[in-house]
């Protein structure tokens, strides 16, 4: 893993409308270890011109609290402010445990409160932070994302991401602590039939997406990424159909209340009221 330092200017990055109902997205890194196949960062600038290969090398981000503090003052002069973290990295990336950038940013935010935190993970390092996720007062989602429960096919599609019991566990040790959480099955890979229960032991609400929904290109992305190859090898081709999300959502019907079911970007739009909150 190739490790290298930046001193950015700012933190928040305008969204320009292209998360729903964010005003702002913050990346504590560049570049995520996690390299999941499937990731459409592969196919965006920030990806395409490095030499490097996505997944091998992380830029840290370096923070310091009185600088991101004034940003934060300042944009919420300005307006709303909703912060989607992260769209292009995972904040909770093995670099995180040692450079704890994230958690500077939110030690921040827990002082000088944003309207709405998202916040987007693979790994269970996130739990190190629920310490501070208690302090925000109710305008708060911790997602993870869980795939699958069927660690051979994890290791096929990311292998470099943290294995899907310990997500599992973090995410339930954040859940009964209290946190509004949900369980981001985006994208969607083959599960057992077990997979819907498993989930509904550890969070009130998922966000179902697939590889053509999900990868902004309306599955062309997940084409070039070699998507309909690895479902091959999976042996596992009729779950790489536009049309098998409907088989997903019925399965999850089973188990989880409709109004807790989301799907595609409805699983990543801020609350609009508390009574949303599940
Ligand atoms: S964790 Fe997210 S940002 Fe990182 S490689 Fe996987 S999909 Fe891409």
Redesign the pocket.
Known sequence: MEISYRNPKAFLTKTGGFLEGYEYSLNPYIG?S???K?????KLPVSLFRKEE??TWVDVKQASKESFAKELKKAKEKGPVRIFM?S???PY?GVESNEKITRLLLETMTEIQPDFLFVQT?SPLVKRDLDLFKKFNGNLLVSM?IETDREEIRKLF?P??PPLKARMNALKLLTENGITTQAAAAPVLPYSDEFPKKLSGITNRVCLDDLFMGDGANGKRSIKLGMEELHQEAEAEEWFNRKHIHQVVKDFEKVFPAENIKINKEGFIPFQEASEKT
């Open positions: 995520c996690f390299g999941c499937y990731c459409y960062v592969r996505w997944g992260s292009s990295t995972d990336q693979r994302t990311s470099g991401a």
